[in-house]
């Protein structure tokens, strides 16, 4: 495993852009049987956290500066492998999204648009709820804010 890495929008070789993309879409559109616009525009502007095993992306997060989502910066498209969770590689991934974030943007809070059942898991974080429950593409999310 390889990891954590990280990367512009510019600075990803077209191999790897696949692979994360690819991952993605195996995720957020086939597992969680979601079809959603994933290619949003925010990818540009975006820092990329990635881990790969044999040259292939397997977990990934990316970053949004402040403004570009959100006013305050966040983290978003969180991802594991199916065959990787449960492994403490989330997590790894997790921290090392919140460390680059704050290193990034220093004094920024962070916030996340969590799908409903991963509350506990960003919870362990130090995020905090912010807001009632919510559809995003037909899935239950709650917003949730890590205090700087």
């Not at 990329?48 to 292939?56: T, V």
Request: hydrophobic share 40%.
């Amino acid at each position: 495993m390889i990891g954590p890495l990280f990367a512009s929008f510019s600075e990803l070789n077209t191999s790897t852009l696949y692979g994360i993309l690819a991952l993605r879409a195996e995720v957020f559109v086939v597992e969680q049987d979601c079809p959603y616009q994933d290619l949003d525009g925010k990818d540009e502007q975006s820092i990329h956290l990635w881990y790969e095993e044999e040259g292939c992306p397997v977990a990934y997060a990316r970053l949004l500066p402040p403004g570009s989502a959100y006013a305050e910066a966040g983290i978003g498209r969180v991802v594991t492998a199916q065959r990787l969770r449960r492994t403490g590689l989330g997590k790894e991934l997790m921290r090392a999204a919140i460390d680059r974030a704050q290193m990034q943007w220093p004094g920024e809070d962070l916030v996340i648009m969590a799908q409903s059942y991963l509350v506990n898991f960003y919870q362990g974080f130090g995020f905090e709820i912010e807001r009632e429950e919510f559809l995003e593409d037909g899935i239950p999310h709650r917003w949730m804010r890590f205090t700087a």
